[in-house]
């Protein structure tokens, strides 16, 4: 051992509740049961590694549930190098994949033809960008506290990589069973070579199901996993590209007749990247995290989820009060522009349609743009634009090339531009300049990368197929980061949140907006509800169409205002009371005294209680249009500790007792409660940490309740 570390029996057993109060949870490094081990806790997530003779994870547990998460030994990673694979550490010669004891571990063996482990690192985390902090948000830190731990390894011994290394790196953060792994490949052999691929984690998990038969979908090991590799997609679910859950040929015991059981975790691209790493040069992966869920309770694991986005994406908590303003020219800019800050609104976004133009170099028009961000800024207001990227045909000669016919079209969009082209090249210098040359501060970046790959050989940009889209993916996060690093807000429909993007859609479809109104806010309430599950209030928009969109006529639209002022107020009303911001497009946000009056009310309300109405939400109960529905939003470091926001359908006032549960408000015994900011009145809890609240809620209205810890 290099360092010798507090023994593993100081951390003191798991106790309390880590979702409510998790400051005792410290990530720090430990000497494991023996001289050749390390382990890496908190007290919530513990990975042990063996490091001789080759080093090796040989335990992955929760100190929540005390459950081994790992029942078999693996390599730490792999990469393939100029055609041939190679391990990176690991130990071999476990005949039993079922599970792993400990005195099995001393028998293994160190494989020679893998990559050998040479020594390790140890220090505080390192932010991988930085955040510029420019408008409210919640006191987050960044980069996210805790130990960061590399284990580095040289090639083995009778192969022809020599000078070649491997750093395998490992952040564990405070208070949340939340691991991060990545790689890096250092090149010091005198020559190129060529990453063909990588496989950043392996893990030899427990399986989520035991089948004797396939079923037709499996239930994989309980671990979330997840990486900044991701793209086509606005849910962690769907955008992930590179968690793969395979068979394990080792495991020669499981229960599944054909040996289809997938507890295999390979986290890796699905294609190349087929990168070339020059002589002196280093390549580094995406970054994988794993997150140890502790229950099987839906609002519980969505809540862990959600604490992970605020711990490594801390930005998404930012939650401006936004508007689409419908036309780009300086006069419509700057009447909404006035509106906003009239009423409280803090950024103004050219819309779609607007005629703003992103891509535009012509000093003229940005020095135009200048001056109303300048104007936007005296008013307290951040102002920006739409840009669409992919979805839109370029040219023949910029567009993705699709490798079955070897011609533009069939991407995953139809016609898209490749990021790796001479026009995409342009395009991101073009919106670069524009955005630092005119001071703006919000882009909304339509159709973001999705993925697509191209088999041009003639894109500046990248090679041939095998590292497309590698090098598109890295084109745009290296924007993303520049757009973080200097506090421009990022609405972008993908999760992209890893790599610096601060919100995306919470869910809607957008031809519902053409719905009849009292449809769309009754849908609007069921996005939200279902949204949130995996979101917080910050990290999803909604929208307001205040002027037509997408057809609908006057069935669907709001202006004028002041003719639909119950259907504008009860949009304002479920915004601002989710915490969910949405995207009001029109010319103005208000047309009458009494319009501005009653936006200002909800966008007070908002600003009067906004860290308790962005903190997370546990669901009560969802719209139906037959009933109330409702929400809680819950913070135990607050102190208003709850704040209760129902809605009525109905066309009569509903009067309904309700069980309001406050465990994740951190509340035991006594709560105090306040209808609508009035006298407060106490409230036991019952033995599931519920009071018996009645609710009035007045017809097609909205009623909300602060709640309070009574000491």
Excluded at 543 to 561: D, R
Excluded at 656 to 671: D, F, M, Q, S, V
Aim: glycine share 8%.
């Amino acid at each position: 051992m290099d360092t010798a570390f507090p023994p593993l029996s100081v951390l003191p057993p798991y106790d309390g509740d880590w979702l409510l109060e998790a400051s005792a949870y410290r990530a720090n490094l430990f000497d494991g049961e023996r001289p050749d081990e390390l382990v890496l806790s908190n007290g919530l997530l513990s990975r042990t590694f063996r490091l001789a003779p080759n080093a090796a994870t040989v335990g992955l547990d929760s100190g929540i549930t005390g459950a081994s998460m790992l029942r078999g030994v693996k390599p730490e990673a792999r990469i393939q190098i100029d055609g041939t694979s190679y391990d990176i550490g690991g130990l071999i010669g476990q005949e039993e994949y079922a599970y792993l004891r400990r005195e099995w571990i001393d028998s293994l063996a160190c494989d020679p033809a893998a990559f050998q482990y040479t020594h390790y690192e140890h220090g505080a985390t390192q932010a991988p960008f930085a955040w510029k902090r420019v408008r409210h948000a919640p006191d987050l830190p960044w980069p996210a506290p805790g130990v960061r731990l590399s284990l580095h390894f040289a090639a083995p011994a009778k192969s022809s990589l020599a000078g070649l290394g491997v750093a395998v790196y490992y952040e564990l953060y405070d208070g949340i069973p939340l691991l991060c792994k990545w790689l890096k490949v250092h090149n010091h052999s005198g020559r190129s070579v060529r990453l063909n691929t990588f496989v950043g984690e392996i893990l030899a998990a427990v399986e989520g199901e035991v089948s004797v038969d396939s079923p037709s979908q499996w239930t994989y090991p309980d671990i979330h996993v997840e990486s900044d590799y991701a793209f086509h997609g606005m849910t962690p679910k769907s955008a992930n590209a590179t968690t793969f859950w395979c068979e394990d040929p080792q495991y020669q015991t499981q229960v599944n007749y054909l040996y289809k059981t997938p507890c295999l975790l390979e986290s890796r691209p699905p294609l190349g990247p087929e990168i070339d790493i020059e002589d002196g040069a280093q390549f580094d992966s995406f970054r994988t995290f794993l997150l140890l869920p502790d229950s099987q309770e839906r609002e519980r694991r969505g809540l862990a989820l959600r604490r992970m986005y605020q711990t490594i994406a801390p930005w998404s908590a930012e939650n401006p009060i936004l508007m689409h303003v419908r036309h780009s020219d300086p006069e419509a800019v700057k009447t909404a522009i006035d509106q906003c800050a009239e009423v409280g609104f803090e950024m103004v976004i050219m819309t779609f349609g607007s005629g703003f133009n992103a891509e535009s170099d012509d000093p003229q028009y940005i020095a135009g743009l200048r001056e109303l961000a300048d104007y936007a800024h005296t008013k307290g207001v951040e102002l920006g634009g739409y840009s669409l990227l992919a979805s839109r045909r370029i040219s023949d000669a910029d567009d993705a090339i699709h490798p079955d016919t070897g011609e533009p079209g069939g991407a995953i969009f139809g016609h898209s531009p490749c990021l790796g082209s001479a026009w995409g090249q342009q395009y991101f210098q073009r919106l670069e300049a524009l955005y630092a040359e005119a001071g703006l501060d919000i882009l909304e970046h339509d159709g973001s990368y999705p993925g697509d790959v191209c088999v041009s050989e003639e894109h500046p940009g990248h090679r041939d197929l095998g590292d497309s889209q590698w090098q598109q993916w890295r084109r745009i996060v290296r924007f993303y980061r520049w757009c973080r690093e200097r506090g421009v807000y990022l609405n972008v429909p993908d999760w992209y949140f890893l790599n610096g993007s601060n919100k995306n859609g919470m869910g809607y479809r957008e031809v519902n907006w053409s719905l009849p109104r009292q449809r769309q806010i009754l849908l609007a309430r069921q996005n939200m509800y279902d949204g949130t599950w995996e979101k917080t209030p910050s990290m999803g928009w909604m929208f307001v169409p205040l002027v037509e969109y997408h057809g609908g006529g006057e069935a669907a639209t709001l202006e004028p205002l002041s003719e639909h002022l119950d259907a504008y107020g009860a949009h304002l009303a479920q915004n601002f009371g989710w915490g969910v911001q949405a995207c009001y497009r029109g010319p103005r946000l208000y047309d009458t005294e009494e319009t501005k009056a009653v936006v200002k009310t909800w966008v007070d309300f908002y600003k009067a209680h906004r860290a308790i109405l962005e903190s997370d939400v546990i669901h009560l109960r969802r719209a139906d249009g037959c009933d109330v529905d409702g929400i809680v939003h819950v913070n135990p470091q607050l102190p208003t500790r709850a704040l209760i926001m129902v809605f009525n359908p109905l066309e009569v006032e509903a009067v309904r007792t309700w069980k309001i549960p406050l465990y994740y408000a951190g509340i035991e015994a006594r709560a105090h409660v306040r209808e609508r900011g009035g006298s407060e009145k106490a409230y036991a809890l019952n033995r599931a940490y519920e009071i018996e609240l009645e609710l009035r809620v007045p017809a097609c209205g909205v009623n909300w309740y602060a709640v309070e810890n009574a000491q």
